[in-house]
């Protein structure tokens, strides 16, 4: 754009940005001053707080230790309860005996990977005519394709990482029976 960028640091003092831009004058322009030349827009919108639903149990498919603890803790603020599957084969063994208002699961694990994992769990349901359970995939995937691949494979839903508490409760509302 024909301008500079300049930086000034000062180790425990703080840094000083400075960026000079050469922009032409339009051409109804007589003698705008730097406040004239600004666009006016609406305010941001106001911070909404993220929905609520019922409180859930939540089984967490996530073979990343930060990931899982950041998640927990998300979920938790949330209200809702959960337990911990280090990889697919570990929520698969978990979902036989146990009962889950939601699976949310990566998708990338090494042995049973999240769309296999859907797979299992909708084939289950057909032959056992059990209920539904929600199934939401998190992936940093979030083109068109994956999406499809996530609805293909059995689940609800798509949250692309990262993502934040509000996109997480804004997905949970999704796919979540609220009774």
């Not at 339009?26 to 106001?46: D, I, K, N, Q």
């Not at 927990?72 to 146990?98: I, P, Y």
């Not at 539904?132 to 798509?158: F, K, N, W, Y």
């Amino acid at each position: 754009m024909g301008g500079a960028i300049r930086v000034e640091s000062d180790a425990g003092r703080g840094s000083k940005f400075s960026v000079e831009l050469a922009f032409p004058r339009a051409e109804s322009a007589t003698s705008a001053g730097p406040v004239e030349l600004l666009v006016v827009s609406a305010p941001p919108p106001l911070r909404r707080e993220p929905a609520r639903t019922r409180a859930l149990h939540v089984l967490v498919c996530e073979d990343n230790p930060v990931n899982q603890k950041v998640l927990l803790a998300m979920l938790a603020r949330l209200g809702h309860t959960t337990t911990v599957a280090n990889d697919g084969l570990e929520a698969w063994e978990l979902l036989q005996h146990k009962r889950f208002d939601l699976l949310l699961t990566d998708l990338e694990m090494p042995g049973l990977d999240g769309l296999e994992l859907a797979r299992r769990v909708r084939a289950r349901e057909a032959t056992v005519h059990d209920e539904h359970l929600p199934i939401l995939g998190a992936t940093a995937h979030v083109s068109d394709e994956e999406q499809h691949r996530l609805i293909a494979a059995g689940m609800d839903a798509h949250l692309g990482k990262p993502f934040t508490l509000s996109d997480l409760s804004a997905a949970l509302g999704r796919v979540a029976r609220v009774d």
